[in-house]
């Protein structure tokens, strides 16, 4: 059964800043990994989709990289902006299903 | 890009009665839909699967008599909370793949859901 964890569970950091966000998956037999940002109350915006051949994807100051032989990606997000502030989603696809991580709830301060 | 819509946004009603979301995908032919839960402060639950003009596959736990999945065109998923309590309270997301199940789901803004 496929587990996904995010680390860490909530961050606050101040303007400017580049900070990385981590996910990691139990099972590697994955096809695609996608990075999702959730407003509150609100649905998900697809950030990022990594398929399972390659090692990253970028857009704009996102960068999302995929080791799928340890399980693991990073989305890194520089010079940060109050409108980053958001729950930060990752998700493996998997031969089932799409299963998702906890989040990351990230504030980012003026 | 691929644009996926849910009617209604929001809905209350009270505890016995039904409820029923439409999900749309507006520019693209989702041959597979889902449909996810997310309660407050957690992360999305797979509730089921649909492929257009078959029968939804549940996952483990969710009751079937209770949440009726109807895929009957291309593009058109609905979800029908039949006899609403207030446990059934939630966001209820949906999604579409152009594909088939293992390409990229294309998620509609969500419905919340009270039951009073």
């Known amino acids: 059964k496929q587990e996904v964890t995010q680390i860490p569970a909530a961050l606050s950091v101040p303007e400017g800043e580049n900070l990385v966000l981590n996910c990691s998956f139990t099972d590697s037999a994955i096809y695609n990994l996608q990075w999702f940002r959730q407003d509150p109350g609100k649905g998900l915006t697809s950030l990022l989709l990594i398929q399972s051949s390659q090692r990253e994807q970028t857009s704009g100051r996102l960068n999302a990289s995929l080791d799928k032989s340890s399980g693991r990606s990073t989305l890194y997000i520089a010079a940060s902006q109050p409108g980053d502030s958001a729950t930060y989603l990752c998700?493996?696809?998997?031969?089932?299903?799409?299963?998702f991580g906890q989040g990351t709830r990230l504030t980012i301060n003026p | 890009g691929a644009v996926v819509s849910q009617h209604p946004s929001w809905v209350i009603c009270k505890s016995g009665t039904s409820v029923k979301i439409e999900c749309r995908s507006l520019?693209?032919?989702?041959?597979?839909m889902f449909w996810y839960r997310q309660f407050p402060k957690q992360s999305l639950m797979l509730m089921a699967t649909s492929n257009e003009g078959s029968k939804a596959t549940y996952e483990q736990g969710v009751e079937k008599d209770k949440f009726l999945i109807n895929h009957a065109s291309l593009t058109l998923s609905t979800l029908t909370v039949t006899s609403a309590h207030p446990e059934d309270s939630s966001f209820y997301i949906c999604s579409g793949s152009r594909e088939g199940a293992y390409n990229e789901q294309f998620f509609g803004p969500g419905t919340r859901l009270t039951v009073l």
């Open positions: 520019d693209f032919q989702a041959t597979t």
């Open positions: 998700a493996v696809q998997g031969a089932q299903k799409l299963v």
